[in-house]
């Protein structure tokens, strides 16, 4: 990360704000990196997918993704008055997260932004499927942007797993805190780290275990299992140069202790780490996850092991109208 010098930022054709594209110019003047806007799009009735694709529907194709380029060429112009050197792309691809992960693959993104929809009567991100699928097969950082301002003061939050509970590996956790700490320093800002453990998963499963004496008594179980990840979480964080006072250890269930967290210091950024157990099993962030990530207050950013393999097919081929 500390070589981000391409950020792929996702335009919503829809929208009139794009709180991506806003997020992503702010980090790029700080980090001096250039922006690639992409609009990705299909349109099923004009695919040729369902009748014979006669020349007037390719025509009507081109037309629409050259539209789409001419709006994407006037987002670009404020930012390049700015300082930032900024491309353009329109792809006509579906589904939609499979030509995000297309485009940053084939342009060597190093951050992907996207935006992400907020309800405000719920006080919560919705998640979209893309959103879901660019966390399971993005296989470079994903910055997911909530609408407003980030808190001034707000910090970067690193979410860490250090007793690697859900099949993490743990070089994850190093990477996550890398990438953290870089932009609390974009940002000059604290750096802090979080985890939690659910005491009565943990109790169930710990007992036995190496660092449970088979003879302590059930009440004192608890705290056993809390010294065994402070130990985890401090043999790290001080490794990273985190003090005490920036670590939040909580017991609890992390889809209700991170919010919670996240919201009290407050944080600007969540950084987080995903990857996938195998082709069958779900991502470790799942449904319990998914409750965590629509109720942070604030951006998330999600990343992946140096060896992550994005499951779709990168090779290079078109992604204009054909």
């Known amino acids: 990360m500390s070589q981000a010098s391409r950020f792929l930022v996702v335009i919503d054709p829809t929208g009139d704000e794009q709180p991506a594209m806003s997020r992503a110019a702010d980090v790029a003047q700080r980090l001096g990196a250039s922006l690639d806007l992409l609009i990705c799009y299909h349109d099923e009735y004009l695919s040729g997918d369902r009748l014979f694709d006669a020349p007037s529907l390719r025509s009507a194709r ?109 070089a994850l956790d190093d990477r996550i805190l890398r990438t953290a700490g870089e932009f609390a320093r974009t940002f000059d800002t604290e750096l802090h780290a979080f985890h939690s453990y659910d005491p009565r998963t943990a109790e169930a499963t710990a007992i036995g275990n ?78 319990t996850a998914e409750q965590t990530l629509e109720h942070l207050p604030c951006d998330l950013l999600v990343v992946k092991p140096d060896w992550f393999e994005t499951p779709i097919d990168t090779d290079d081929g078109s992604a204009l109208p054909d």
Not at 99 to 125: E, P, S, Y
Not at 153 to 158: P, Q, T
Request: hydrophobic letters at 45%; glycine letters at 4%.
């Open 210 to 287: 190496a660092y449970i004496p088979p003879s302590l008594p059930y009440v004192e179980i608890e705290s056993t299992i809390r010294a065994h990840h402070e130990k985890r979480v401090n043999e790290i964080t001080t490794y990273h140069g985190i003090d005490d006072a920036q670590c939040h250890l909580v017991p609890g269930l992390a889809h209700k202790e991170l919010p919670r967290i996240a919201r009290s210091l407050p944080a600007r950024l969540v950084v987080m780490g995903a990857v996938a157990r195998n082709r069958v099993r779900r991502l470790f962030i799942g449904a």
């Open 62 to 170: 081109e037309d629409t993704v050259a539209a789409l380029k001419a709006r994407l060429e006037a987002l670009a112009g404020p930012l390049r008055k700015d300082g930032l050197t900024v491309a353009t792309s329109a792809i006509w691809r579906h589904p939609l997260y499979e030509g995000i992960v297309w485009h940053a693959v084939q342009t060597d993104a190093d951050i992907v932004f996207k935006d992400t929809h907020h309800h405000d009567a719920l006080q919560r991100a919705l998640f979209t499927n893309t959103d879901w699928s660019l966390i399971r097969t993005c296989p470079v950082p994903l910055w997911l942007v909530k609408a407003g301002e980030p808190p001034e003061d707000g910090v970067v939050l690193a979410a860490i797993d250090p007793l690697n509970q859900h099949d993490k590996p743990a």
